[in-house]
């Protein structure tokens, strides 16, 4: 039996609103890339449940945008001729938060693909994006694009362009697993060209296992200063199309107080950020 590609099972969580249309086109193009699944979640208070949905960017038509398939195919040409299977879920649930948990704890995914509303200061308490905390109890990668970043998937023709992949390392928590998954998602959508800068802020550079193929295409940086400041500025220096992070979630009361490091990142870097568990 052929092993199933890595990043495969997508988990796309939206509110239906044009705000996670790009985040949608990320989804549906890596799941593609992977012939697996893309499970789309909508948890909403029961009254509407199954409303909204005409609003959403069509899976067949987006495909038929990106020259995959024709104008008016019907909706089994998805899975005959891509070998994609598509998932629209609803879950009747108050709380987005534990609908979306809910659905996640039974259909395991490889990946969380999620739109960050981004918020800052008092507009962040008053009004809380869910694309972080669902991120923080996936525990599988979330890819989080924020309403400000263009992405690496063009919404109308489906292209990739992921050149500079920005991974931030450090001896707590190990980069390890999520330089794996950028080196997998990166072969997925076809950058074979893709350079990884690997960051560490700080003095001695911790030791990361490197995938055999991406090892020419590596490259070292070190650099002392603030940790959220430097990977903004590094990952502007560097054209970044992406940054790359190990997470641990929220380590201290501080943590919890202005979200963790790459939360802080999300919202100031203003590109699409893989948080992977370590």
């Given at each position: 039996m052929q092993a199933r590609p890595p990043l495969s099972r997508v988990l796309f969580a939206t509110d239906l609103s044009h705000d996670g249309d790009l985040a949608f086109a990320h989804a549906l193009r890596i799941a593609l890339?992977?012939?697996?699944?893309?499970?789309?979640?909508?948890?909403?208070?029961?009254?509407?449940?199954?409303?909204?949905?005409?609003?959403?960017?069509?899976?067949?038509?987006?495909?038929?945008?990106?020259?995959?398939?024709?104008?008016?195919?019907?909706?089994?040409?998805?899975?005959?001729?891509?070998?994609?299977r598509v998932r629209k879920i609803d879950v009747p649930d108050p709380e987005p938060l534990h609908g979306v948990k809910?659905?996640?704890?039974?259909?395991?995914?490889?990946?969380?693909?999620?739109?960050?509303?981004?918020?800052?200061?008092?507009?962040r308490w008053l009004h809380p994006s869910l694309a972080e905390p669902i991120a923080r109890e996936a525990h599988a990668p979330s890819l989080t694009l924020p309403p400000a970043a263009t992405g690496f998937v063009d919404p109308a023709?489906?292209?990739?362009?992921?050149?500079?992949?920005?991974?931030?390392?450090?001896?707590?928590?190990?980069?390890?697993?999520?330089?794996?998954?950028?080196?997998?998602?990166?072969?997925?959508?076809?950058?074979h060209?893709?350079?990884?800068?690997?960051?560490?802020?700080g003095d001695r550079f911790p030791e990361v296992p490197v995938p055999v193929a991406i090892a020419t295409r590596v490259r070292i940086r070190q650099q002392a200063g603030a940790v959220v400041e430097t990977i903004?500025?590094?990952?502007?220096?560097?054209?970044?199309?992406?940054?790359?992070?190990?997470?641990?979630?929220?380590?201290?009361?501080?943590?919890?107080?202005?979200?963790?490091?790459?939360?802080?990142?999300?919202?100031?870097?203003?590109?699409?950020l893989l948080a992977v568990p370590a």
């Open positions: 890339a992977g012939k697996g699944e893309l499970a789309i979640v909508h948890a909403a208070p029961r009254d509407r449940v199954g409303k909204e949905w005409e609003q959403f960017p069509r899976v067949r038509a987006s495909l038929a945008g990106w020259g995959l398939l024709p104008l008016g195919a019907p909706a089994s040409a998805v899975e005959e001729q891509l070998d994609l809910e659905v996640m704890e039974r259909r395991p995914c490889d990946l969380v693909v999620l739109a960050s509303q981004a918020r800052q200061g008092v507009d023709t489906g292209a990739v362009s992921l050149r500079n992949i920005l991974i931030a390392v450090d001896h707590r928590p190990s980069a390890a697993r999520a330089l794996a998954t950028a080196a997998d998602l990166a072969a997925m959508l076809g950058a060209g893709a350079i990884f800068h690997l960051l560490h802020i903004i500025d590094t990952a502007a220096l560097i054209e970044a199309d992406l940054i790359v992070m190990a997470t641990s979630g929220h380590d201290s009361l501080l943590d919890s107080l202005r979200g963790s490091t790459a939360e802080q990142v999300l919202r100031n870097a203003g590109l699409p």
